[in-house]
Nanobody, 128 residues
Framework: QVQPVESGGGLAPAGGSLILSCAGT????????IGWFRQGPGLEREFVAG????????YYADSVKGRATVSRDRAKNTVALQISSLKPEDTAVYYC?????????????????????WGQGTQVTVSS
């Protein structure tokens, strides 16, 4: 089972931007939908953004809609999440995950049970 690896987290000022990257291996990564989730202090893990296997369908949580862009490079087996206009409430550990499915509906892609492999996470801290 391929475990994705996140990178790109760190400290950023409010109003700034960050690009997170998720890397995987082979078709076990490139043929499946990928989701980004986050878990803030004392909070449950929540969906942030996701896309299907070829990147033609993209979905965003309301909390980041208009500020986030998710994309993938299948040749490089990477998925990127860019968030701009950062807010202190964006502070969280960000996880990427590989779905059971190549394609998922806007509803299903938000469920943690849709995913069978999770990365270790990368911390994002937004200073006010």
């Amino acid at each position: 089972q391929v475990q994705p690896v996140e990178s790109g987290g760190g400290l950023a000022p409010a109003g700034g931007s960050l690009i997170l990257s998720c890397a995987g291996t082979g078709r076990a990564f490139s043929d499946y939908a990928i989701g980004w989730f986050r878990q803030g202090p004392g909070l449950e893990r929540e969906f942030v953004a996701g896309l299907n296997f070829d990147g033609s369908k993209k979905y965003y949580a309301d909390s980041v809609k208009g500020r986030a862009t998710v994309s993938r490079d299948r040749a490089k087996n990477t998925v990127a999440l860019q968030i701009s206009s950062l807010k202190p409430e964006d502070t969280a550990v960000y996880y990427c995950a590989i779905s059971h499915y190549g394609d998922a509906s806007p509803t299903v892609i938000q469920y943690t049970t849709t995913y069978n492999s999770w990365g270790q996470g990368t911390q994002v801290t937004v200073s006010s």
